[in-house]
């Protein structure tokens, strides 16, 4: 019997597996995911390195977030050629191995082959802002789940089920440390993989430790070397965080807070899509929402009545830290007749810490969030307590947990697929006046190539999407502003692309959905008696055919404040 529990789950996985891959591969056909300039760079360091030119450390321009992303999809256009479907492909890949090590997380923490399945079922069908950012190349998320899941396995394996031979030790460092390189958001996995490695302290595994530290800083390597030879950049991001940037504007612990629960929240439970800042008011997530509420209760009543029994209550993580009686019971349980132990109350405790270290680590640090990817090492333990919920919810009926969960997963796959046949698709960007479809980008490319023009300036979410499209054919500066906040130097990520502009005797001007920018320029060109010509494409406006070569430059839109208020592009 145990056998063919055993295939009939093995099954399960491949078909869910499958509907998985052909969800993602739905979204990546048709390019129904956004591909702006952030993605744009990753590809771009991914073209420089397969050039042949230095591996950079981090994301081009800045000391965080490391190149991981880029070397994967570096070996991607090694074999496939550079286009963003392979970007993707890549992600794709990616995104199927986060959910086998996601299953395996949950298969391990629960001790049901059921509840494991449920989970990688809420993962395979995904939310908006899972799909999102699990199918764009967009700093290493796919990465942050992968990794962040094996810190959260391992760390399990060794301290609660004993599991500690040097190798587990080893590979504990060793994936935390390239998380930590990849994506520091990794820390929360590591926090936990700390409070539960309590339970190996009578043990005192010194070894172990010593074993999973020296594989760890083999690990982040990269950041230590980088770090080492610039004043520990890195370390100044991750403690003043976006507050040093030019035009930043500071957020109260407070505000972190409400976007936390307000915009973060509903955003990693599909209540609300990550590029909008009201909730999702579809049927979808209104569904979604009455199921929620329906686990929330369940989950409540059985709490209540789990406290009138405990006559002495300990707190969630005294338990987890401490040796659990049910806990120590349930492996023994497994260990003699190697069947299956459900463990569901030690579980959702560990569920429960790591929402909890992730609230105390978001809260400790300057970071503020309104998409809401920075809870993304959230996806994975969520999924699992959702499992959990419908497994207490199957107590009080097969069918009714059955169509609960059939319920849910159609409300998240209805408002993935919705948002994905909108004119830009799912995308990152928050402001709407900087959404472009991809369908302008190839008729612009095409004019600039058949007028023989191969430099510009354009805006940073221009710049880089049209280098990328154009495989460097076309080189932009990013001196233009895309909002009234003006010129960001920061947004110049890549020196030499300024360089050859600069060198460059003919030059366009590309701005996107800019009215009062237009305005500005062509006041401008006007009082300094420069002809030119211009030709829009949908959101874009090209500037070109100038009477003498002009930068923007030499008319201040490179200052860092762009002067009028009606310059923001959200109000044209």
């Given amino acids: 019997m145990r056998l063919i529990n055993r295939h009939a789950s093995t099954l399960a996985l491949a078909a869910i597996l499958l509907l998985a891959a052909l969800l993602r591969a739905w979204l990546i056909a048709g390019e129904r995911v956004s591909f702006d300039s952030d993605e744009a760079v990753v590809g771009l360091m991914a073209r420089h390195i397969i050039q ?51 299953h395996a997380l949950a298969r391990a923490v629960t001790g049901s082959r059921r509840a494991a399945l449920l989970a990688l079922l809420l993962l395979a ?14 700093g290493g998320y796919n990465e942050l ?53 309590l339970r190996t302290l009578p043990r005192r595994p010194w070894r172990g430790y010593a074993l999973c530290a020296v594989f760890f800083v083999l690990g982040s390597a990269p950041w230590w070397l980088y770090n080492l030879g610039h004043d520990w950049a890195s370390l100044d991001f991750l403690l003043g965080g976006f507050g040093h940037a030019p035009n930043a504007d500071p957020v109260s612990r407070g505000e972190a807070s409400v976007a936390l629960i307000g915009l973060g929240l509903p955003a990693l439970y599909g209540l609300r899509l990550p590029w909008e800042a009201g909730l999702a008011l579809g049927t979808g997530a209104l569904v979604a929402a009455l199921v929620y509420a329906a686990l929330v209760t369940s989950s409540l009543a059985a709490g209540l009545s789990r406290l009138r029994a405990l006559p002495h209550p300990r707190s969630a993580l005294t338990r987890l830290a401490a040796p659990s009686p049910c806990m120590e019971r349930g492996h023994a349980e497994r260990s003699a007749a190697g069947g299956e132990v459900n463990r569901p109350l030690p579980a959702r405790r560990w569920v429960w810490t790591v ?38 919810l199957r107590r009080a009926g097969r069918l009714l947990a059955a169509g609960a969960l059939a319920a849910l997963l159609a409300a998240q796959m209805s408002t993935v697929i919705r948002a994905a046949q ?151």
Wanted: aromatic share 12%; net charge negative; glycine share 10%.
């Fill in 422 to 572: 909108t004119e830009t698709g799912l995308t990152p960007q928050l402001v709407e006046a900087l959404r472009v479809p991809a369908r302008y980008d190839e008729p612009l490319l095409d004019f600039l190539a058949a007028e023989g023009t191969a430099h510009g300036f354009a805006a940073y979410w221009t710049s880089y999407r049209l280098i990328f499209r154009s495989g460097e054919a076309l080189i932009l500066d990013t001196a233009l502003p895309y909002d009234a906040q003006g010129y960001r130097p920061v947004t110049d990520r890549y020196p030499p692309y300024r360089a050859q502009v600069e060198a460059a005797a003919r030059v366009v001007w590309i701005t996107q959905n800019f009215p009062a920018l237009d305005a500005r320029i062509a006041a401008g060109l006007d009082a300094a008696v420069v002809s030119y010509r211009t030709r829009d494409f949908g959101p874009y406006r090209v500037y070109y055919d100038f009477s003498r070569r002009v930068s923007p430059r030499e008319f201040g839109l490179d200052a860092e404040r762009f002067d009028g208020s009606e310059s923001d592009p959200a109000s044209g």
């Fill in 125 to 138: 069908i995904p939310t908006p802002l899972s799909a999102l950012y699990g199918t764009a190349t967009l």
């Fill in 355 to 392: 929402f909890g270290v992730f609230v105390a680590v978001f809260l400790a640090s300057p970071f503020s969030d309104a998409t809401g990817r920075y809870l993304l090492p959230l996806w994975v333990p969520a999924a699992i307590g959702v499992a959990l919920g419908f497994e207490r």
């Fill in 145 to 197: 789940v992968l990794l962040g899941s094996l810190v959260l396995l391992g760390s399990w394996q060794i301290a609660v089920e004993g599991r500690d031979a040097p190798w587990r030790w080893a590979m504990l460092g060793l994936t935390a440390g390239i998380g930590w390189w990849a994506n520091a958001a990794i820390i929360v996995s590591i926090a936990v993989a700390g409070l539960v490695g």
């Fill in 52 to 102: 042949g030119q230095p591996i950079p450390t981090f994301f081009y321009g800045q000391a965080y977030m490391g190149s991981l992303d880029a070397l994967l999809v570096a070996g991607g256009f090694a074999l496939a050629g550079e286009s963003v479907t392979t970007m993707r492909a890549v992600q794709l890949v990616l995104a199927l191995l986060a959910l086998l090590a996601g």
